[in-house]
């Protein structure tokens, strides 16, 4: 079971997820990969407090850091290695799906990776705005592959002064 809370942001309502000790998701309602577990409404767990007063923070101008939370997202080694090479990404910059593939194959001792393959991980991040993956754009800079939506993701680059 899923333990969760609402948090009403700026761009809609997200369900933030945890596992009893850590943070393991937080979606914008009706975004892609959407978790279909049953989940339970929780409002007195201290990781979904924590991320609300994260979120609270960063919503409001602030620039709060990823790593301060207990962050526990469900996912491959590689999807994981890809997620925290997101978290690296400091707030107001961007990076591209090849210069992360750079990096992975790099922290993986390995010649090349496929920025295809890291997009996948990235599209798949379950832990939204927190872990940026919405920092991350194509190789021409265009604003592309964002589970919430290209003008989500445009309004939070803004939010952050990147664009």
């Excluded at 369900?15 to 937080?26: E, R």
């Excluded at 409404?41 to 850091?65: E, N």
């Excluded at 599209?123 to 021409?140: T, Y």
Aim: one cysteine or more; charged letters at 20%; proline letters at 8%.
């Amino acid at each position: 079971m899923i333990l969760c809370a609402e948090y009403p942001s700026p761009l809609g309502r997200m369900v933030l997820a945890s596992d009893g000790q850590a943070l393991t998701g937080a979606w914008f309602a009706g975004q892609k990969y959407f978790p279909a577990a049953p989940m339970e409404r929780r409002d007195d767990i201290p990781a979904l407090a924590d991320a609300r007063r994260w979120l609270d923070s960063y919503f409001a101008g602030g620039t709060p850091d990823p790593r301060s939370l207990p962050l526990a997202p469900a996912g491959s080694p590689f999807r994981r290695l890809v997620w925290e090479l997101l978290l690296d990404i400091p707030y107001g910059q961007v990076t591209t799906y090849g210069a992360l593939a750079g990096e992975a194959a790099r922290r993986m001792g390995r010649y090349a990776m496929s920025a295809q393959a890291v997009g996948g991980a990235v599209g798949r991040n379950p832990i939204s705005v927190i872990i940026p993956c919405h920092r991350v754009v194509g190789a021409d800079g265009r604003l592309v592959g964002y589970a919430a939506g290209i003008s989500a993701k445009s309004w939070l680059l803004q939010h952050e002064g990147a664009l």
